[in-house]
């Protein structure tokens, strides 16, 4: 995926790379502090899926992890202030996260899982009114 901010061309990459940066701010650690596991993916991708914004410009910076000359965090910022199709970048995002070999299988089950989540939610909610309007 190619971003262009202020003329110079980015290539934003979901890769192995892009994980390990991710998992560097979010992770969990046992109470010994002596384990440490990733939780970027985990935590972040339904914050995308919902339309966060900021894990929008998070992802979209991190991704940037393998160019020799990266934008700044506030570049990206202002790429995505300025951006014409905001709901455009976020699936040209989690489509790219869901072709890359570090993300797709994590990112697939968690679609999956939000989506199933969601539709139970919605379910449960109907049932609720059509009880409520039934006691009316």
């Known amino acids: 995926m190619i971003i262009t901010i202020n003329g110079i061309d980015y290539r934003v990459k979901f890769g192995v790379g892009f ?3 991710l998992d560097k701010k979010y992770y969990t ?27 929008l410009s998070e992802f979209l910076y991190l991704g940037t992890y393998a160019e020799k000359k990266r934008p700044t965090p506030e570049e990206v910022d202002a790429y995505i202030d300025t951006h014409d199709d905001i709901e455009g970048l976020f699936d040209s995002v989690m489509e790219e996260l869901k072709k890359s070999n570090a993300t797709r299988i994590k ?3 968690l679609a999956a899982s939000l989506k199933e989540e969601d539709k139970a939610f919605r379910k449960k909610s109907a049932a609720l009114q059509k009880s409520t309007k039934k006691s009316s």
Do not use: C, W, Y
Request: aromatic share 4%.
């Open 29 to 55: 650690e046992n109470h010994a502090k002596t384990l440490k596991f990733g939780m970027g993916i985990e935590t972040q991708v339904p914050l995308l899926l919902t339309g966060d914004i900021v894990s």
């Open 107 to 109: 990112v697939g089950e």
């Open 19 to 21: 994980v390990r940066e």
